[in-house]
């Protein structure tokens, strides 16, 4: 006899359990004022990292990029501040 999980069918086909909803809309517009804010973003020199960190420097959060280089950090932080001036970047070394 196969156990019944309760994810599961007989067959091991997964069971969803809501239905799926369309993918989202939001964009990088629909996030709110973040003055006095400060957010920490770990891989934020390249791909999906230094895009979050473009999008909340835009919208005045003090952004904070943890860093395994320090080339790379001051890097990212320069291509920050080149696209927004008035930003609060700074870089931290990040030793995990």
Do not use: K, Y
Request: proline share 8%; glycine share 8%.
């Amino acid at each position: 006899m196969v156990a019944q999980c309760p994810r599961f069918m007989l067959d091991g086909a997964p069971r969803l359990r809501r239905p799926l909803m369309a993918p989202s809309r939001f964009t990088a517009q629909d996030i709110p004022e973040l003055s006095g804010q400060v957010v920490v973003i770990t891989g934020g020199n390249s791909g999906l990292g230094i895009e979050t960190a473009l999008a909340l420097a835009a919208r005045h959060a003090t952004v904070v990029i943890a860093w395994r280089s320090p080339e790379r950090g001051g890097a990212a932080r320069a291509r920050i501040l080149t696209a927004h001036p008035s930003a609060r970047v700074e870089v931290a070394p990040l030793d995990l």
